[in-house]
């Protein structure tokens, strides 16, 4: 049954309010105007950014005045679908099968389910999470090589998802961040989307300098990122960790110098390898003097959400993916 509503808005004259033998007629004027309530449920909830994961990767490699992606990047392509899959899961829609058998095979062979298939309000997803819940149970790496058209399987290969980074731009046009400007390339025209709401791209900026720059993480918060998010921190990290994958990282690093430049890669690495493990190693290392609250913060925001142990599971199997991500590709 469809989840639709009916309202009835009842439309009848002053003239006709006493006349009883009027009611037939003012019965057939009735406009019915369809309420979905599982859309108003997506625009009150406060507990996601109003930027998805993919589009703060997206927002990072545009130009600010060029308004396009590098021509010569390989690799966000294929880390926008592992995003995809990092977005479901905190957003509670999918997680790893409970299987105590799970654990003899490596994280990004481990089989994903679909636990919420309710709409999120994010085409991608939401046609993501319509693919894995018509089919069978897929491994987290074959889950984005579907997306991604990397597959050998024929039957499947309708499951790769197109223009992504476009129709991420476009969204991020929707709302309000970028806008859309036609640019000539010699031989052809081309849209692009420049920057339009720089605040947006700045804070972005400020979270990732201060997990990678600061030596005390503290996070700010905005019409785009509110406080009542869940998973704060860890979205942090996640954006971190995507971005370094996606080469876009040093897009907002190229302003430190050399030495600070260098330390904050290495610290993007060293994420990546603790995080792409699960549980996640959460252990200071000696030398650390970066973000040195970030592991207690990490180990807070995981007691406040339990039961999401298989959710978080899904991260590190996407990270352990991009750790391997050359020789995948």
Not at 96 to 122: C, H, N, P, Q, Y
Not at 170 to 176: E, I, N, Q, R, S
Not at 198 to 210: A, P
Request: some cysteine; charged content about 30%.
């Amino acid at each position: 049954m469809s989840g639709v509503q009916r309202r009835r808005i009842n439309r009848i004259s002053n003239e006709d309010e006493s006349d009883h033998s009027d009611n037939d007629q003012s019965r057939s004027n009735v406009s019915k105007v369809a309420f979905d309530p599982e859309e108003a449920k997506i625009k009150d909830d406060v507990s996601v950014p109003k930027l998805t994961l993919m589009e703060e990767v997206v927002l990072l490699g545009l130009g600010d005045s060029e308004g396009y992606l590098s021509f010569w990047n390989d690799n966000i392509s294929y880390v926008l679908r592992g995003c995809i899959l990092i977005e479901l899961a905190l957003r509670g829609k999918i997680r790893i099968i409970d299987d105590s058998a799970r654990k003899s095979f490596d994280l990004s062979e481990r089989l994903i389910e679909v636990i919420d298939a309710s709409k999120t309000g994010e085409v991608l997803l939401d046609e993501t999470l319509q693919l894995m819940k018509n089919d069978e149970p897929q491994s987290i790496v074959s889950w984005i090589d579907l997306l991604s058209g990397e597959t050998w399987n024929f039957f499947k290969v309708n499951y790769q998802l197109k223009q992504v980074r476009e129709r991420l731009s476009k969204g991020l046009v929707d709302k309000g961040v970028l806008r859309t400007e036609m640019k000539n390339f010699f031989l052809f025209d081309m849209a692009t989307h420049p920057v339009a709401d720089s605040s947006c791209k700045e804070s972005l900026k400020r979270r990732i300098m201060s997990t990678l720059v600061d030596r005390t993480l503290s996070l700010q918060y905005n019409e785009y990122f509110p406080e009542s998010t869940t998973f704060k921190v860890i979205r942090t990290v996640s954006l971190i960790i995507t971005a370094y994958s996606a080469n876009v990282l040093e897009n907002v690093l190229n302003t430190l110098e050399y030495e600070k430049r260098d330390k904050a890669l290495s610290r993007a690495e060293n994420l990546l390898n603790n995080f792409g493990n699960y549980p996640f190693k959460l252990v200071n290392e000696p030398d650390n003097r970066i973000s040195i609250n970030l592991n207690q913060l990490v180990e807070d925001e995981i007691k406040a959400n339990p039961k999401t142990a298989l959710q978080l599971e899904v991260l590190a199997g996407v990270f352990d993916v991009f750790a391997k991500m050359d020789v995948i590709i």
